[in-house]
């Protein structure tokens, strides 16, 4: 059964790099039908895309945010990494990685989503 | 890009029939037959309902269901439950390979 399971420190102090990982378990992230996504939301917020990885290697992200963060793959792992550089309060939020699908309509979907890590912002 | 947006609340009694609606620009919703909508429970992960506007992922509720018109896109939800009371989401996708989600609606059922 495919699972998701975010992790990582759940204190960051601003400036510094916020790193998680997201294991992938029943499934190899080399998957051509799928890609991977990091989706945030801050306190009391709505959900914020923040970018995507897919079977190539190619990346994605929000145009905000494209300048702090890095999305990688580790295949010998089967885990995709978020890293998004000099935080600030603003950037304290739950963290969710989530499974894209590619439709055959070539759109997509996240269809399945972790239960998502809180990264909280302050020294 | 921008957020789309979408109601910050809506209501409805047991029974009856919602929509939410979700407005983003001619370089998203506008343009794209991608839009998907999810549904958050507190303390939850969201869960995908709808996605490609119309289509349902098996063993979705045919009680949700989408359309799109224009920059609008909206999730009509019939015979409405109490377990239907939850945040919804939409999600267009934005061109090369981007997305940008709405702001989220509250769903009451009164």
């Known amino acids: 059964q495919l699972q998701l399971q975010e992790s990582g420190p759940g204190l960051v102090k601003p400036s510094e790099t916020l790193s998680l990982t997201c294991s992938v378990s029943?499934?190899?992230?080399?998957?051509?039908?799928?890609?991977w996504g990091w989706i945030r939301q801050s306190p009391g917020k709505g959900l914020e895309w923040i970018g995507s990885?897919?079977?190539?290697?190619?990346?994605y992200y929000d145009p905000s945010l494209k300048r702090r963060v890095t999305i990688s793959p580790d295949a010998s792992k089967n885990e995709v990494s978020l890293k998004m550089r000099s935080v600030t309060a603003a950037d304290t939020a739950i963290y969710y990685c989530?499974?894209?699908?590619?439709?055959?309509?070539?759109?997509?979907?996240?269809?399945?989503w972790g239960q998502g890590t809180l990264v909280t912002v302050s020294s | 890009q921008s957020a789309l947006t979408q109601p910050a609340s809506v209501s409805g009694s047991p029974g009856q029939s919602i929509t939410i609606s979700c407005t983003g620009a001619?370089?998203?919703?506008?343009?794209?037959?991608?839009v998907s909508w999810y549904q958050q429970h507190p303390g939850e992960a969201p869960k995908v309902l709808l996605y490609?506007?119309?289509y349902r992922p098996s063993g979705v509720s045919t009680r949700f269901s989408g359309s799109k018109s224009g920059n609008t896109a909206t999730l009509t939800i019939s015979g409405l439950q109490a377990a239907d009371e939850a945040d919804y989401y939409c999600?267009?996708?934005?061109?090369?390979?981007?997305?940008?989600f709405g702001g989220g609606t509250k769903l009451t059922v009164l």
């Open positions: 490609d506007v119309t």
């Open positions: 989530a499974r894209g699908l590619i439709t055959v309509t070539r759109g997509g979907l996240f269809d399945l």
């Open positions: 029943g499934e190899s992230i080399a998957s051509n039908n799928h890609y």
């Open positions: 001619s370089s998203d919703v506008g343009t794209y037959d991608y």
């Open positions: 999600c267009s996708f934005a061109g090369s390979s981007t997305w940008v």
């Open positions: 990885i897919y079977h190539s290697g190619s990346t």
